[in-house]
């Protein structure tokens, strides 16, 4: 059990650009989720997948987010023509298919949107 | 509905004080209530989580104490120590959902 990993830890790209995130959640894991957190503020829930079926959207996730989980393993979450109110830290958790286990997250990727 | 209510936004104590931070709900279909704890550059730790069927529960110097009726929950942390300064959050979630709805957060510092 390596925890969840996320890769990058910080990205920092021009406003209009597009940028990808991985998420590697524990292994055995069929519950993924994304958040974004923005400073001095506490996680908000953008999405969640089991296995590989995307179940719920927030309406946060304007249509330039894409999150996928193609094989039920890692996930990738893509924004498309950055702005600067996307800058946040964005944050993964995984956690088992039983009702109410706790999330376990990741480290986060920042993003910074000059 | 949605929201979880959390304060204060910050707190200050001495070694060895019991900081208590406190949280409140209205949505009667949460049943299931984790305190994280978040040092800067880190990702949330969980720390200790409760049942609404549940009063109270501890976790080595972590507390959560539970009020159903009041809807409202509160974790303290007993023999607090500089190494527990960090921001810490409540959340909260449904059955059939999963998803956390966290509170603002409550940045503690604990003086040496």
């Known amino acids: 059990d390596t925890g969840v990993s996320q890769d990058p830890r910080h990205k920092i790209t021009k406003r209009g650009q597009n940028v990808t995130f991985r998420c590697d959640p524990i292994s055995e894991h069929n519950r993924l989720y994304w958040y974004r957190q923005t400073l001095g503020q506490g996680p908000e829930f953008l999405t969640y997948f089991q296995n590989e079926a995307q179940l719920e959207k927030s309406r946060l996730l304007s249509d330039r987010f894409s999150a996928e989980r193609p094989k039920g393993s890692f996930s990738t979450l893509e924004i498309q023509r950055t702005e600067q109110g996307d800058s946040a830290m964005y944050l993964c958790a995984s956690t088992s298919d039983t009702s109410n286990q706790p999330q376990h997250f990741g480290d986060g990727t920042r993003l910074s949107i000059l | 509905q949605q929201q979880v209510k959390q304060s204060p936004q910050s707190l200050i104590v001495q070694k060895g004080g019991i900081p208590i931070i406190n949280c409140a709900y209205e949505?009667?279909?949460?049943?299931?209530f984790p305190w994280y704890q978040q040092f800067p550059g880190k990702g949330p730790a969980l720390l200790i989580a409760?049942?609404?069927?549940?009063s109270e529960k501890k976790e080595g110097r972590f507390t959560i104490s539970f009020n159903k009726s009041a809807k409202q929950f509160s974790l303290h942390i007993m023999d607090s120590q500089p190494g527990d300064s960090a921001t810490y959050f409540c959340?909260?979630?449904?059955?059939?959902?999963?998803?956390?709805?966290f509170g603002t957060g409550t940045r503690l510092k604990v003086l040496a």
């Open positions: 959340a909260a979630s449904k059955r059939g959902t999963y998803k956390y709805i």
């Open positions: 409760i049942r609404p069927d549940v």
């Open positions: 949505n009667t279909a949460f049943d299931y």
